[in-house]
């Protein structure tokens, strides 16, 4: 027995030296490896890959050990576009390359970027593009550039743009599983694949709708960089006359089809670099984190907060990807009883969520506003929830392909009792009351249930339309006509008073400041997560390797599909949630 003691103490030992290890490795290599920054060099050229940036915010947490360890970056397209700007001024940056880029970013994130090069330009600096392939939202961002090279054996795709939605009322009566849908709003579309196996016509007119105006917004952009009228573009797209290379040159939408050798000689030769020599590169990560540490203080103690709200809208805490109630409100407390704070910038990219979460945020804005001006700026999605907590503010920009609007509500429910009742389970209930029983899966929807829970629908859909009303000054039959669960692009919620001006965050900084009444000041990022020791283990890399196995296995469109299913179990209560996964291709 002794023996097997000092066995079992022994391994335990092995097991704690090797975590302290691995903890202590982890930490050293956070604490020196993320301090070093890396400064331009005289004739840089910045290189724009932004694979790893996706959020416009990359968060920070109040808790320092969560910042050490966290696997989120610290650089967000806030901070690279305000990078971008500083590269104007910079004498050591020549240029910017965009090589090979393959970003996550949404169309209205690649327009804000777009118009941050389209500036950059401006100075006098050139912009130049090269990619084996562009995807058609690659080609849209690398349009903005002065030249745009592509490789001898890639392709372009420009054909416009498509939706897919998949329906499933036929899986679910052959499945077994139903899912009992209860709405307000004819185009609250969110459910429609559970109650049809076609499109409804609402429905494909505001994905047409939709589509046509966010496709207005690509070809106008590209038409003025490229000089090619709209109506070429769309001749072009129809007959994907731009599918190979010197198809694409000869519709001049690429101007040069070369190796990345030659274009790397091109840039050589522009900075007047010899050919057996290197030229300066830097990355657009390593740039903006030098912009971040070394960007001088703005002297004026006036600071204008900006409170990113980023994902789905839940309960909670929240993070950079998910709206908490627990972050917002808090943030906008601390900005409302900041002293220095003079005026509110609410960045949202979100598809809604939960409506009651909504709710308590838009009341926590009601209750700032009184004291500060609150400026919001939607980003790829302010749909639903998205719009619930912007539309009291006291200005709302939008860019022209955000998407937005989504004034609706609706509650799922799954049931089991066809599946159930195929397998032989049946299930009883006993009652003290009438209504006393909760919600079962494995048993029909109770008619008394089902009316109470459409009348709570019913009650948060009047408050949804009562609240976007009074905050952009209409009636509520004025809302009520454009609401219905319909979603917008940005230039079309404009024209119906949904939104008050296009135009990108730095947009909605200048109006805040502009309402303030101030000329100088600096931004405060928010908001702070707070965040406990097992959120911590569960950033770490062996924690979502589930996640990863998962994908790798199944692929990516078949992920995206579970994931979809499990969010619907997760939706608890009524949701005002954008009404179906939009993936524009």
């Not at 990359?58 to 971008?84: C, E, M, R």
């Not at 046509?212 to 994907?240: C, F, H, M, Q, Y």
């Not at 789905?312 to 002293?339: C, F, H, P, W, Y």
Request: with cysteine; hydrophobic share 40%.
């Amino acid at each position: 027995m002794k023996f097997l003691g000092n066995v079992i103490a022994t391994v335990i030992g092995i097991f704690v030296f090797i975590m302290l290890f691995f903890f202590g490795v982890l930490l050293i290599g956070a604490i020196f490896g993320g301090s070093e920054t890396v400064s331009a060099k005289a004739d840089s050229v910045i290189e724009l890959d932004l694979r790893k940036i996706r959020n416009d915010y990359a968060g920070k947490y109040k808790d320092p050990w969560v910042t050490v360890f966290s696997d989120q970056k610290d650089v967000g397209l806030s901070d690279v576009i305000n990078a971008i700007e500083a590269a104007e001024a910079d004498d050591n940056i020549k240029g910017i390359s965009i090589l090979n880029d393959q970003s996550s970013l949404g169309l209205a994130q690649c327009k804000d970027l777009r118009n941050a090069l389209e500036k950059f330009k401006k100075s006098g600096k050139f912009v130049w593009a090269y990619a084996n392939t562009y995807s058609q939202k690659e080609y849209y961002l690398n349009s903005v550039a002065n030249t745009v090279y592509l490789n001898p054996a890639g392709d372009l795709d420009f054909k416009g743009l498509s939706s897919e939605i998949m329906f499933f009322k036929d899986f679910q009566d052959k499945s077994g599983i139903h899912m009992e849908v209860i709405r307000h709003g004819k185009y609250k579309s969110a459910v429609e694949p559970f109650l049809e196996n076609k499109m409804s016509d609402a429905n494909r007119e505001q994905v047409t709708a939709l589509l046509n105006s966010i496709w207005s917004t690509i070809s106008n952009d590209i038409s003025k960089s490229r000089n090619i009228p709209v109506a070429k573009l769309n001749e072009i797209a129809n007959g994907l006359l731009a599918r190979t290379p010197e198809m694409a040159k000869a519709q001049h939408l690429v101007d040069i089809v070369a190796y990345e050798d030659v274009y790397h000689n091109a840039i050589k030769k522009a900075l007047k670099v010899a050919d057996d020599e290197e030229y300066n590169k830097i990355s657009i990560l390593d740039y903006t984190q030098n912009n971040i540490t070394t960007a001088l203080a703005n002297t004026s103690s006036d600071q204008i907060a900006i409170i990113y709200a980023q994902g789905e809208i839940q309960s909670g805490e929240g993070d950079v990807t998910v709206i908490g109630e627990g972050s917002m409100r808090r943030s906008l407390q601390e900005a409302r009883k900041n002293k220095d704070v003079k005026a509110i910038v609410l960045r949202i990219d979100s598809p809604g969520g939960s409506a009651l979460t909504s709710d308590l945020i838009w009341r926590e804005i009601e209750i700032t506003k009184k004291v500060k001006p609150i400026v919001v700026s939607m980003g790829n999605y302010a749909a639903s929830g998205g719009y619930y907590i912007a539309c009291n503010a006291n200005k709302i920009f939008a860019e022209s392909n955000t998407i937005t609007g989504s004034i609706g509500v609706f509650g799922v429910l799954p049931n089991f009792t066809p599946l159930a009742t195929k397998l032989g389970i049946n299930t009883e209930q006993v009652k003290t009351h009438e209504n006393s029983a909760n919600y079962s899966p494995f048993v029909p929807l109770d008619e008394n249930f089902k009316a109470f829970t459409l009348e709570g629908v019913e009650n948060i859909y009047k408050t949804f339309v009562t609240r976007v009303a009074e905050g952009r000054k209409m009636t509520f039959a004025q809302v009520d006509a454009i609401a219905q669960g319909r979603v917008w692009s940005g230039s079309e919620a404009i024209k119906i008073g949904l939104v008050d001006q296009i135009g990108g965050l730095n947009a909605a900084i200048a109006e805040a400041a502009k309402i303030a009444k101030i000329k100088s000041y600096s931004t405060q990022n928010y908001p702070e997560y707070e965040k406990s020791f097992d959120d911590l283990l569960s950033g770490l890399p062996f924690a979502k390797s589930k996640e990863a196995f998962i994908k790798e296995e199944i692929g990516e469109e078949n992920y995206r599909i579970l994931e979809q299913v499990k969010r619907f179990q997760k939706q608890k209560g009524v949701q005002a949630m954008l009404p179906y996964g939009i993936n524009i291709q």
